[in-house]
């Protein structure tokens, strides 16, 4: 018997056991760290059933659906997925995945084809994704598709969630409260980053920086402190934690050339505070190249580097 066609296009209601249980077969190392074997099936589920799914389909039809999931299907099975965000300048493409029985046929370059155009109809310049450094098909895949490296992101993981001792946190060093220190706060955070990774990932709403997409902020509660004093601004720190047994999130999105490691190490011990106040099951700490200097804080704070991604991205 020939093999069945392969169909490529948007996923549908009826797909929804299928996708879900696809996505979580093909999670990789980083998406672990994520905790994305709880997250993926909670959050899509969310997207998948009734209203949810009804008001993503229209707004998918207005081209206005903030996330597209596409599928490729053989026999009635999903043996493909790509799913897309939409961001400021970008389209994030995540989950890209195919069954092992079909790959090498073009099933992944199809469905990257579909998403790219889609990005392309909503008028976002880039595709921007992340790869596991070690996931040479996934990496040779993008490159001959014109993706280049933005940043490569060292992931760092403390698997308690116990505070640090709180008499080492400087005076400098404080909790951003008011609504229009957090807009400093964005403000400070975008002209402290790299111009290339500012054009193209700035930080989505509510977000200090690009990569905080990683921690799906839009399902977690956050905390941000200030480094600094009337000599100016050195740094921030934002924390996300969300629901029990999902892991916490540490990021440092902008640090001034000048800021000394006490206020670094600051910045850290108040944050690790406040997630080891909440029932997180460990804390994860992506830490892009151009912050290397944060290194140090971290791991003498208990935490051990697990792998490197690179932030890709793709002119359209
Ligand atoms: C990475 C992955 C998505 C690629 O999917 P795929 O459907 O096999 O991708 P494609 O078929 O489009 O391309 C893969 C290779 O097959 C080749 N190919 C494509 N069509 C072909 C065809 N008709 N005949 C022969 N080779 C073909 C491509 O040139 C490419 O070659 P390369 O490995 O030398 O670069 C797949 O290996 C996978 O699911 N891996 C596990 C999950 C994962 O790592 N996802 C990425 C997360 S970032």
Redesign the pocket.
């Known amino acids: 018997m020939p093999a069945p066609a392969i169909e490529f296009g948007g996923a549908r209601r009826a797909d929804r056991g299928s996708y879900l249980d696809f996505v979580v077969r093909?999670l990789?190392p980083v998406d672990y760290l994520l905790g994305m074997e709880v997250r993926a099936p909670r959050e899509m589920d969310r997207a998948f059933r009734g209203a949810g799914y009804a008001f993503l389909r229209f707004l998918g039809l207005l081209h206005r659906s903030p996330v597209t999931f596409l599928a490729a299907r053989a026999g009635g099975k999903v043996v493909?997925t790509t799913i897309v965000l939409y961001l400021r300048e970008s389209g994030y493409v995540a989950a890209?995945?195919?069954e092992a029985s079909?790959?090498?046929?073009?099933?992944?370059?199809r469905l990257l084809d579909i998403a790219e155009d889609s990005i392309r109809r909503r008028h976002r310049p880039w595709a921007v994704?992340d790869?596991e450094c070690e996931?040479a098909?996934?990496y040779?895949?993008y490159r001959?598709r014109g993706y280049q490296i933005l940043q490569t992101v060292g992931w760092y993981r403390r698997k308690t969630s116990g505070p640090g001792p709180r008499s080492a946190i400087p005076g400098t060093v404080r909790p951003v409260t008011t609504r229009e220190e957090l807009k400093a706060a964005t403000a400070w955070c975008t002209a402290n980053t790299p111009e290339k990774l500012r054009r193209v990932l700035p930080p989505p709403r509510g977000c200090l920086s690009g990569t905080e997409l990683t921690s799906l902020p839009q399902w977690s509660e956050n905390a941000t402190w200030i480094a600094g004093d009337g000599g100016g601004t050195r740094g921030y720190a934002r924390a996300y934690r969300s629901g029990a047994g999902d892991p916490g999130f540490l990021f440092l999105p902008a640090l001034s050339a000048g800021i000394p490691p006490s206020e670094v190490y600051g910045l850290t011990l108040s944050a690790l505070d406040w997630l080891a106040r909440s029932s997180t099951r460990e804390i994860v700490a992506p830490v892009p190249d151009y912050l290397a200097p944060t290194v140090p804080a971290l791991e003498s704070n208990g935490f051990e580097k697990v792998l490197d991604t690179y932030t890709m991205a793709r002119a359209l």
């Open positions: 093909n990789g493909g890209v995945g195919t079909h790959r090498k046929q073009g099933v992944a370059t994704l790869v996931n098909s996934a040779r895949l001959a």
